[in-house]
């Protein structure tokens, strides 16, 4: 039990949730606590269930929108990786951020989720990687990076070899790593509003998935999918009336 407090603490930090709110109810992925049971799981859940704004999506017809690029104020900031029994997680010091039509989000973390939560054009990635930045007012902007088996990461590889194995454990990175090098040198992407993928799925969250896909190869991703022992993704929700940007 003292394994699964610890990392319910830890998914506080991972959404970047209100974490006082009196609610830490246990999910998970799959049996009685699965996504489809999360909107009932507390009270603080409820939009999991209600929510019309959900993420992840199938990423399908878009609208064409002459995106303003991102501009990726990223440097080596990586300080420990983690474990919380949900994912893999990786820590920002102060000081990288992203920039979207003149608006600044620093980045907090980065995480995976196997195989991928946000489908493109129906096509499910093995791997999917979350940037999770927010606002000095605490809104939140999720940059989505697709990985597929097409040849080894060297920043997976070296990340990989601190990843701890057990829920709850963390280690201290013996270096910095730059975020930038896990994104595609074709920056193209897609831009709709979704939520958080775990609960409590507040809505109000500005994704950004690149288009294009990095690599990481088989060996990798067996190695992550091994310490999760289960798939970590929320299953396709509902678009509604949201429109893509492209
Ligand atoms: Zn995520």
């Not at 709709?192 to 994704?207: H, M, Q, Y």
Request: proline share 6%.
């Amino acid at each position: 039990m003292k394994i699964k407090a610890i990392a319910l603490g830890a998914t506080c930090l991972l959404t970047l949730a209100a974490c006082g709110d009196g609610s830490h109810a246990h999910w998970g992925y799959s049996g009685s606590t699965g996504p489809d049971k999360w909107g009932k799981i507390a009270p603080s859940y409820k939009i999991c269930g209600t929510g019309r704004n959900q993420s992840p999506i199938d990423i399908t017809t878009g609208i064409r929108a002459a995106l303003e690029p991102i501009t990726f104020n990223y440097e080596a900031g990586t300080t420990a990786i983690l474990n919380n029994g949900h994912t893999i997680q990786v820590n920002y010091e102060a000081g990288n951020s992203i920039v979207l039509n003149g608006h600044e989000y620093e980045l907090k973390q980065f995480h995976f989720h196997a195989p991928s939560e946000n489908h493109i054009d129906g096509k499910s990635y093995p791997l999917e990687a979350h940037f999770v930045h927010a606002d000095k007012d605490g809104h939140l902007a999720v940059v989505g990076v697709m990985l597929a088996e097409s040849g080894s990461n060297a920043v997976i590889g070296k990340l990989w070899e601190h990843m701890p194995a057990n829920a709850g454990d963390k280690n201290e990175l013996p270096w910095k790593i730059d975020g930038e090098l896990l994104l595609p040198n074709d920056r193209s992407y897609y831009r709709f509003n979704g939520s958080l993928t775990t609960p409590p799925c507040s809505e109000g969250v500005t994704w950004l998935v690149m288009k294009t896909p990095v690599a990481i190869s088989s060996a990798q991703l067996e190695a992550f999918t091994t310490v999760m022992g289960e798939d970590n993704n929320r299953p396709l929700q509902a678009i509604n009336a949201r429109p893509i940007l492209m």
